[in-house]
């Protein structure tokens, strides 16, 4: 599907990227003493991480359907979402703000800061990189909606915990630069110290917007609004439809299970109406692929 292609295309973007200047900041951290650039390592580590736990659930997700999982394994891909955001929460805030707790209080010199400030500003040009490239998915599919639309309403959990890393990363490395500037012009380690804290600060905010995101998909969401509005329509236009009395869709992975009643035309037997239904329903997944189970039944009343 478009939604899995890009979602794995943002994923292998930000892997290399995190995975390269994760490296790059380690070397640096050890060689400068930065307690700033060692939160943006563990931090950079961590992603590289998450990305493997999202490729792992974006395959999963697509196993078929069997016995034990009649709707199959969709939803695969918001738990492992969902234990990144636990990941970038833990190991990417906690740890920069112990380390940053930790150097305020036994401040180190930092050793030629300059080697860090190269390394940073790379990685802010990589990692810009990696979000642009994560925006260019993402435009994909929010079409016409704005961004912040998107955020909000989108079922692509990977995306959206990509998205979340790739700005947290980015905002991470400014705050690193700038505070080891600082530190760097006053002779005052304890704003690399500073900076460290900030950048746990950063982090936490995004792996809780992210884990709020993740969450709804998690206990179970309906299909976007587009594609409800869409199956509305199909079922109006109809010939034998007099009209839809409920339709219920819930988004499991990548994939929508929809449930519907409808009234049938007055006059219509029953035989006929049950062509007539699976007609309908063979019209709205030819329309929308993304509908892996339908179930229409008829009725008179809701």
């Known amino acids: 599907m478009a939604g899995q292609g890009s979602a794995a295309k943002a994923i292998l973007y930000a892997f290399v990227a995190n995975l390269g200047i994760a490296i790059a900041k380690l ?15 563990i931090h950079s580590f961590a992603d590289a ?16 359907a ?5 709707m ?5 891909s918001y738990f492992w979402s969902f234990i990144v955001a636990i990941l970038l929460f833990s ?3 906690l740890f920069s703000i112990y380390e940053g707790w930790h150097k305020l209080h036994e401040p180190e010199v930092l050793n030629k800061p300059w080697v860090a400030l190269v390394v940073l500003a ?13 925006l260019r998915e993402i435009k994909k599919m929010r079409g016409s909606k704005s961004l912040h639309a998107w955020l909000r309403t989108t079922r692509n959990a990977e995306l959206v915990v990509v998205f979340g890393e790739d700005v947290a990363a980015l905002l991470g490395l400014v705050i690193a630069f700038g505070f080891v500037s600082a530190a760097t012009i006053t002779h005052d380690p304890r704003l690399d110290a500073v900076g460290s804290i900030s950048i746990g600060v950063v982090l936490i905010i995004v792996s809780i917007f992210v884990a709020v995101r993740i969450r709804g998909l998690l206990v179970g969401r309906s299909a976007e609004e587009e594609l409800q509005a869409g199956i509305r329509d199909e079922i109006a236009k109809h010939p034998s439809i007099e009209n839809l009395l409920n339709a219920i869709t819930l988004q499991l992975g990548p994939q929508v299970m929809l449930a519907a009643k409808v009234k049938m035309r007055p006059g219509i037997e029953i035989g006929q109406a049950v062509a007539e239904i699976n007609r309908l329903e063979q019209a709205i997944k030819a329309r ?12 008179v009343v809701d």
């Open 27 to 41: 070397a640096a951290s050890i060689y400068t003493n930065s307690g700033s650039m060692l939160a943006e390592a």
């Open 49 to 64: 991480g998450n990305q493997v736990l999202l490729w792992l659930g974006l395959k999963q997700s697509q196993r078929p």
């Open 66 to 70: 069997d016995a034990q999982h009649p």
């Open 72 to 76: 199959g394994y969709g939803k695969l």
């Open 91 to 93: 190991m990417g805030g």
């Open 122 to 134: 790379v990685a802010i040009v990589l990692e810009s990189g990696s979000l642009y490239g994560a």
């Open 288 to 299: 929308f692929p993304e509908i892996a189970w339908s179930f229409i039944e008829p009725d």
